[in-house]
């Protein structure tokens, strides 16, 4: 009873250690057998361990100490020299060992989860879409499911117009349905399109001007027909930042058992879309043969949100992140997969993010209307990274202005190259505070990222190194500059989208 009440984190240790040592649970009871093999642990045994479904007998903990040359105390609770080492992620969220695994089970999350939601106000829908960020991230964009249900049904064609879509949509028996409903005052958001169960799909006339949109927003609900057979379990599409449907209870809290449901549906539906528009092969070396350029959208017929999505999916470079931003400071899409910490907040309203990110800043600078590319060095405690990003001012179909960014962490590309990221990183960032948040680019340093930007075939990359590299952090309370930046706090969204598709459906009644 002793080892049980002492043992909470073993298993996180025993884990933590295993993975550092690049050794596998068949790795570990061999060694195990090899000391006594009447008594070594299988390996089922070893991974009840590790999950915290079991705990060793005293004999079982001293043979993993030999193992691991650790006196068998090591591994108890009391030990609090060495924390539990988090799993590794590909990701940007940080990992934490669930431990104690009893507090962890399913049926305690599922009790305690809606309860956690309700008291800080977080709503089901948003919480669901961390989570699949979270999955999004730790798999690095890649669903080859869902790419190959692309493909059969586009046949890898790029591009694809919006006659070939609606052939496809006749091919399914799928039926198009246009309604008028333009933005009722300057900001608000537009109703673009829906599905209506079982074959047919709503879609805003005003697309009609711009094919790009209207191509993504086809393709989205088409992968709905094809992935969930059409039963409408799929959120509208909405432009704009301040209408929000009342089913995602963002404001009140707490979720509903279609939460999950409908935000992993919407996350299908989008990257399916991009991969039917961009299929993977043809898009990856029409990338290259473009430099990663953002006019390959118009030669494409492709919004500037699909082709950046897309590069972060399609790229033999894995270091990607992306952000769509609207003023002041909400963040409406995130992709993390190079581990850049979030700015400050949550995704409905960001309380103190630094305006120095280029994705902020480019926000409330209107007199610039052309792409920016820019080096950023994100201060984190002592850590200091090295990213690139290219940004982009757009405005959606109901007028509101949001920045488009996608970005790649330079580390692991200048590493390969033979250089010192860490050391890089060090230099730009002592030389931004010198220089009150930034600093030209000095010949060293160029040649270091002119030369990782050649390997990379960024174009964009190069592009940077005539701008002024900023100093960022992850919160404007904690800003590393010499001269701290004011914080930019965020409005609520409105309710709304609901009731604008009851119209819209009460419009078209037979």
Avoid at 82 to 103: K, S
Avoid at 137 to 145: G, K, L, S, T, Y
Avoid at 253 to 259: E, K, L
């Amino acid at each position: 009873m002793s080892l049980l009440r002492q043992s909470h984190f073993l298993g996180a240790k025993i884990r933590s250690l295993r993975k550092s040592n690049g050794l596998t649970l068949q790795d570990v009871s061999t060694r195990c057998l090899q000391i006594d093999p009447a008594h070594g642990p299988s390996v089922s045994y070893l991974s009840m361990i590790e999950t915290g479904k079991r705990t060793p007998s005293e004999s079982t903990l001293a043979l993993l100490g030999q193992v691991f040359r650790k006196e068998p105390r090591w591994f108890l609770d009391e030990n609090r020299a060495v924390q539990p080492i988090p799993e590794p992620r590909g990701g940007g969220l940080t990992g934490m060992p669930l431990e104690p695994a009893f507090l962890f089970s399913k049926q305690q999350l599922q009790t305690a989860i809606p309860e956690l939601l309700s008291q800080t106000g977080t709503g089901g829908r948003q919480f669901a879409q961390l989570l699949i960020r979270a999955y999004q991230e730790q798999h690095r964009n890649e669903f080859p499911d869902l790419e190959k249900a692309a493909e059969e049904v586009g046949q890898r064609r790029l591009p694809l117009s919006v006659d070939d879509l609606l052939a496809i949509y006749k091919h399914h028996d799928l039926q198009l349905r246009w309604f008028d409903q333009p933005p009722t005052q300057p900001g608000d958001s537009v109703l673009r399109s829906f599905y209506e169960a079982p074959n047919l799909v709503f879609v805003n006339r005003g697309l009609q001007a711009n094919p790009a949109r209207l191509k993504y927003d086809l393709a989205s609900h088409l992968g709905h027909r094809l992935l969930h057979n059409g039963d409408g379990a799929k959120s509208p599409h909405v432009s704009g930042g301040r209408h929000r449907d009342s089913a995602d209870q963002q404001t009140l809290g707490g979720m509903d058992s279609q939460d999950i449901l409908f935000a992993w549906r919407d996350f299908e539906c989008s990257f399916f879309a991009g991969a039917l528009l961009c299929p993977k092969m043809p898009f990856r070396h029409q990338l290259m043969r473009e430099g990663y350029s953002l006019s390959l959208g118009d030669k494409l017929g492709l919004t500037p949100a699909v082709v950046m999505r897309r590069m972060t999916a399609v790229s033999p470079y894995r270091h990607w992140h992306y952000f769509d931003a609207y003023p002041p400071g909400y963040l409406r899409a995130v992709y993390r997969g190079n581990g850049i910490p979030l700015p400050w907040g949550n995704m409905t309203a960001v309380t103190d993010p630094c305006p120095k990110w280029a994705v902020f800043d480019l926000l409330h600078r209107p007199d610039i209307g052309q792409p920016v590319s820019r080096i950023s060095l994100l201060q984190e405690g002592e850590r200091c990274l090295v990213y690139c990003c290219h940004s982009l001012r757009e405005v959606d179909a109901g007028g509101n202005t949001h920045v488009l960014s996608v970005g790649i962490d330079l580390g692991p590309a200048l590493e390969s190259q033979g250089w010192e990221s860490a050391t890089l990183a060090a230099e730009l960032a002592e030389d931004c505070r010198s220089g009150g948040g930034q600093t030209a680019i000095g010949s060293q340093h160029r040649q270091a990222i002119g030369q990782t930007a050649g390997v990379l075939n960024i174009h964009w990359l190069d592009d940077s190194l005539d701008n002024p590299a900023k100093l960022i952090c992850p919160r404007s309370t904690n800003c590393p500059r010499p001269n701290r930046c004011d914080n930019r706090r965020a409005v609520p969204r409105e309710h709304g989208i609901k009731a604008l598709r009851q119209q819209v459906l009460a419009a078209h009644v037979p």
